[in-house]
């Protein structure tokens, strides 16, 4: 048995079990952490976390004496600050969103800035002039616009904040952080999938099994979402191409409630390539949501509570036909069909989530918060070949969880610590039935079809592969941050993350012959080549230290991350015979621990004023991240080639635990120019050098015979440029452009890919290709039109130019020409969304519809056959006719939804 303990301040103690666990006994004990945590809020004194940012500037009269004593406030909060004896003043950590700042001094006027925008890690400028006061109590209330410059930035950053989430026709994370310039189908700037940082209220959410996100967040809960496509700063890690960090909704000081509820279908007349989707029901698609949020009766405490429902039937059906348990005479050609005909969804979506935010500050210069964060999702995908039987389909379901305990203690006005404790846990299944015992997989048995009977459909048999992946990672992180001159701001920090990681087939089964019949019996794994589930504790430490000089508009951003990592795994010694195959006096293998990884990254921004309207940038920065843990440890028992020999089994390709870190080096250089007072440019042009990347090597053996495991030998670069567009609102319309131009090519897009092409008879050595996703042109433009309390109409735009594939001139060997050598169809989508409100007296209340693909275009970067480059048509129908009756490798239809929302005035 093994187990995390997490030590808090006060000696509370978070005890997450490394013993084996159902996913029930883990929602109790998550459910009995998340009580306790509450009750630490109201017991012990020192608890919140926040993603914040931060106001500078200074307070002038009219003639341009600076003010001393100028009483700032955030009107709000309990922040504030008074200027200097030059009239300067700097206010620190400010959660991200819209305040009220309110500037006052005795013999002057009071000015109150209102729609004061704060983002994430930014330094809002703002310098004010006061006039004398004409008339005692007098007070001016000024609109505050942001700059169409923001020259505290050295890379590219977007931020979206939650009034342009509200109307532009968008549901979740995953679509905002889409329409970032340098951002395809999730990879940022030419890197491979799982090479982004995602974070919640600037703590880590990522799965270190795949490095992918384990939570699916949706609009209502967003208050700011940033997206850094570019270089990054020190204080943050384990990532090579970009971060997003989501800040979520807190309570008020006011109680406020909303809701929302939609439906929807897929619909098109295109029944050729999506059959069954000519008739739109709106219950197909359905969404409801409600949000609670206010003050508690405890004093100075705050809640956010948010829960919605969310299910789509997909656009994919099969007709059941066929049953699993049907027996038909598979070796005569009969069959015997049981079903009842009934077109049955294939690629359904079910989702719980939830959000539950409190915050305490009664104590002073203290906040506390307890969150959560919860997801709990079934679903299927579609597979063609189970047609006319869809009931032996598989379904996935994955539970998640992120929570924990935040505080943010503010020893003075220019020094402050931020301290998060957290739980990530994530829980994912892949099989049919539960038990691997389960007397259906005996009575169904596996998938069978006919050769000549609808292009080879299963007609009876239920998928038998199964799979689960688990991870429970407990995360401390603490950041300090310090004001120490009016020029010069200071963070440091530290960050662990340890987890226990399973993965495998929790248990298998496998035909075997009883009494001449073939039959399908469970089995556990037992030998080192079986399939079964694995458990891993590997271990991960950061440190970092990052400095920000602030010269007026000349910024300088310097920085230095220390990473640790620790697989705590085994390694033969001798990779030429493994698992002591060959007995003395050839060389003898033992197990050894694998090494402790650590590596040193600099970052360096520069920002440079050429004008009060204009500013170039340049930044620099190593970035290293561990490849996806799944990696290092899955198929990692060498022992499994106790066998080898040349012309003998395939292994596949073995894991290494003993890898280290993947590594990008990124140059940006980027100009931002104001064109009016509306109207704003950026230009940034990049340049990624990719060293180790996860890759395959062959070793060969003492018995002359070869085996592949993952090693770092992959590389790549990518270079281009970004131009973004932003206009502020003239009148009710506003809008955004931005065009990205890249080049990103490799010696493979996929770590198995020099296996692959060996086991193919190809030339395995290094070449540099386009990578699978190097789409050369993106264009994404936004367009909003909206009369406050009114009504609203929004579009999105998306523009690319296709990604490579490899082109064939007939069949069988050497059809194939070069890899990546010819490119896919370009593509256009364009969503559409527009809302009415409805002027009723007891709420805000309004109606929405929205049109997802809006010209039902079919083609966006998927399947094409590689004899003609296209997904309709092929030089060999009948070799492919299974293929030509597949409706998934066709883009999402139109997708309609109609709904209402509704809230508090």
């Known amino acids: 048995m093994r187990s995390i303990v997490l030590h808090t301040p006060n000696n509370f103690m978070v005890l997450i079990s490394g013993d084996p666990m159902s996913i029930s006994n883990h929602k109790i004990t998550v459910l009995f952490l998340s009580v306790c945590s509450i009750g630490i809020i109201f017991l012990f004194p020192s608890l919140q976390a926040q993603t914040t940012g931060k106001i500078s500037g200074q307070v002038t009269d009219s003639n341009g004496e600076a003010l001393i004593g100028v009483n700032i406030v955030v009107e709000g909060t309990s922040l504030g600050a008074s200027t200097d004896l030059d009239g300067f003043y700097v206010i620190l950590n400010i959660r991200a969103g819209i305040y009220k700042l309110r500037y006052s001094y005795i013999g002057y006027q009071t000015k109150i800035f209102d729609n004061v925008d704060i983002d994430v890690d930014k330094t809002t400028k703002f310098n004010v002039v006061l006039e004398s006061e004409a008339i005692a109590g007098d007070e001016v209330v000024v609109t505050a616009s942001r700059p169409m410059v923001e020259f505290n ?264 610590y931020k301290l998060s404790v957290r739980q990530n846990y994530f829980d994912y299944s892949d099989y049919k039935y539960e038990s691997v015992y389960d007397p259906l997989y005996l009575e169904a048995g596996e998938p069978q079809s006919l050769p000549n009977y609808e292009y080879g459909a299963i007609v009876q048999g239920v998928d038998i592969s199964r799979f689960i992946q688990e991870t429970n990672s407990g995360i401390v992180k603490a950041d300090f941050t310090w004001q120490a001159y009016r020029t010069q701001l200071f963070e440091w920090g530290l960050e662990g993350q340890i987890s226990e990681m399973k993965f495998g087939s929790p248990g298998f089964l496998r035909s075997t012959i009883v009494e001449g019949t073939a039959v399908l019996l469970p089995q556990e794994g037992t030998k080192p080549e079986d399939p079964k589930v694995e458990t891993y504790y590997p271990r991960q430490f950061s440190v970092y230290m990052q400095d920000r000089l602030e010269w007026g508009d000349l910024i300088l951003r310097a920085g230095l991350r220390f990473e640790y990592f620790d697989a705590d795994a085994t390694i033969p010694s001798n990779l030429q015979n493994p698992a002591n195959s060959l007995a003395p006096p050839v060389p003898q293998s033992e197990s050894k621990p694998t090494s402790k990884k650590n590596a040193l990254a600099p970052r360096l921004g520069f920002s440079f004023p050429l004008s009060s309207t204009a500013s170039l940038y340049f930044s620099y920065g190593h970035f290293y991240q561990m490849p996806g843990l799944g990696n290092l440890y899955n198929n990692s028992n060498y022992l499994v080639l106790d066998e080898l020999q040349e012309g003998g089994i395939e292994y596949g390709v073995l894991g290494n635990p003993d890898l280290k870190p993947e590594l990008t080096i990124q140059y940006e250089f980027g100009l931002k120019q104001a064109l009016s007072n509306y109207i704003g440019a950026e230009l940034s042009i990049f340049y990624k050098d990719i060293r180790d990347l996860l890759g395959v090597e062959f070793v060969s053996t003492y018995a002359a015979a070869d085996y592949a495991r993952f090693t770092n030998v992959d590389f790549g670069s990518v270079y281009g440029f970004t131009c973004r567009l932003t206009q502020k609102p003239i009148g009710s319309f506003s809008s955004s452009l931005d065009y990205t131009f890249q080049f990103a090519s490799g010696n493979s897009s996929d770590p198995r890919e020099t296996a692959n092409r060996a086991e193919a008879g190809e030339d395995p050595r290094p070449r540099v290709i386009p990578f699978n996703w190097d789409q050369r042109h993106t264009l994404n433009a936004t367009a909003i039109y909206a009369k406050p309390e009114n009504f609203s109409v929004s579009t999105i735009m998306r523009f690319g130019s296709g990604q490579p594939y490899t082109p064939e001139i007939g069949s069988g060997y050497g059809a194939d020409l070069e890899t990546n050598s010819a490119r896919k169809s370009p593509y256009f989508l364009v969503d559409l969304r527009a809302e009415k409100y409805l002027g009723v007296p007891f709420a805000n209340l309004s109606l929405f519809f929205r049109i997802f693909n809006v010209f039902n275009t079919h083609f966006v970067n998927g399947f094409v056959f590689f004899t003609t480059g296209s997904p309709d048509y092929t030089q060999f129908p009948e070799v492919n006719q299974g293929a030509l009756i597949d409706p998934s490798r066709f883009y999402e239809p139109r997708r309609i939804e109609i709904g209402i929302t509704i809230g508090n005035k």
């Open 153 to 416: 930035q050295t890379s590219v950053i977007s931020t979206v904040g939650k009034e342009d989430i509200k109307v532009l026709p968008v549901q979740s994370l995953n679509e905002i952080v889409n329409l970032q310039a340098g951002v395809v189908d999730g990879h940022f700037r030419g890197g491979r999938l799982g090479e982004v940082q995602y974070q919640v209220d600037g703590v880590t959410v990522n799965n270190p099994y795949d490095n992918q996100s384990t939570l699916q967040l949706d609009r209502s809960v967003l208050e700011e979402v940033q997206v850094i496509s570019g270089t990054f700063d020190a204080k943050y890690g384990q990532a090579m191409s970009g971060v997003v960090n989501a800040v979520l909704k807190s309570g008020s000081n006011r109680f406020e409630w909303s809701g929302e509820i939609y439906g929807g279908d897929y619909f098109t007349t295109d029944n050729d390539r999506y059959p069954n989707n000519n008739f739109y029901n709106p219950t197909e698609i359905n969404n409801f949501q409600l949000t609670l949020g206010g003050p508690l009766p405890v004093s100075k405490t705050t809640f956010f509570i948010n829960g919605r429902r969310f299910r789509n039937n997909g656009w994919l059906f099969g007709d059941r036909i066929f049953l699993p348990t049907d027996e038909n005479d598979i070796e005569n050609g009969i069959i015997y069909p049981t079903g009842d005909g009934e077109t049955v969804a294939m690629q359904f979506r079910e989702e719980w989530n939830g959000q539950f935010k409190i915050t305490n500050q009664s104590l002073s210069n203290i906040q506390i918060s307890y969150q959560a964060i919860i997801v709990d999702l079934v679903q299927s995908r579609y597979n063609n070949s189970f047609r006319i039987e869809p009931d032996g389909i598989k379904e996935q379901h994955t539970f998640s969880i992120t929570h924990g305990l935040d505080w943010t203690h503010t020893i003075s006005p220019k020094l402050f």
